[in-house]
C-alpha cells in the first residue's frame, strides 16, 4: 500500500480548526465563566469550579496536546515565512500547556478543598492567580491562532 503525505492544505486547516477552538474555548472562559465566577457567591463559583474541572481537563488537554501537534506539523509542511509562524504557533501551543499545567492545574487543588469544606484564609489572593493564569493562556492560545490564521491566509491568497 501506498503511503500518502498529508497535503500542506489538510495540515494548515486541521491546525486552524484546533487552534481556534482552544483559543474560543479559554476566550468564552475569560469573557462569561471568569466574571460569573465572580458575580456569584463564593460557595457556588468552587462548586462549578470544581464540577467544570474534572469535565474540561480531558477536553482541554487533548484540544492542546492537539494544538501542539498540529501547529508542529505545520511547521514540518510550510516553507519560508510561514515555517517561522508554525514554529511560534508550535511554542505558544506549548506555552498555553505549560501554563496550564504549572499555573491552574496545582491551583485546582485548593479549589476542590475548599468546595468540600472551609476556604482558607488568603483563598481571594489563590483565586485571583487561578485567573491570571487561565487570562496569561488565553492570550497564548489566541495569538497561536491568529499566527495560524495568518498561514492559512496567506496561503489562500497565493495562486
Request: proline share 5%.
Amino acid at each position: 500500500m501506498e503511503k500518502t503525505i498529508p497535503r500542506a492544505g489538510h495540515v494548515r486547516g486541521f491546525a486552524t480548526l484546533v487552534t481556534g477552538l482552544l483559543a474560543g474555548a479559554f476566550g468564552y472562559g475569560a469573557a462569561n465563566v471568569v466574571p460569573t465566577f465572580d458575580a456569584v457567591p463564593l460557595q457556588v463559583r468552587l462548586t462549578f469550579h470544581t464540577a467544570m474541572m474534572s469535565v474540561n481537563e480531558p477536553v482541554m488537554q487533548t484540544g492542546m496536546a492537539l494544538a501542539i501537534l498540529s501547529t508542529i506539523a505545520l511547521a514540518v509542511v510550510s516553507r519560508g515565512p510561514a515555517r517561522g509562524l508554525a514554529g511560534g504557533a508550535a511554542a505558544l501551543a506549548v506555552t498555553t500547556l505549560l501554563i496550564t499545567v504549572l499555573g491552574n492545574i496545582p491551583l485546582h487543588a485548593h479549589i476542590r478543598r475548599w468546595a468540600a469544606g472551609t476556604p482558607e484564609a488568603g483563598y481571594a489572593d489563590v483565586l485571583t492567580r487561578w485567573e491570571t493564569f487561565h487570562n496569561l493562556r488565553t492570550l497564548t492560545a489566541v495569538t497561536a491562532f491568529a499566527l495560524v490564521t495568518a498561514i492559512t491566509v496567506a496561503a489562500a491568497r497565493r495562486p
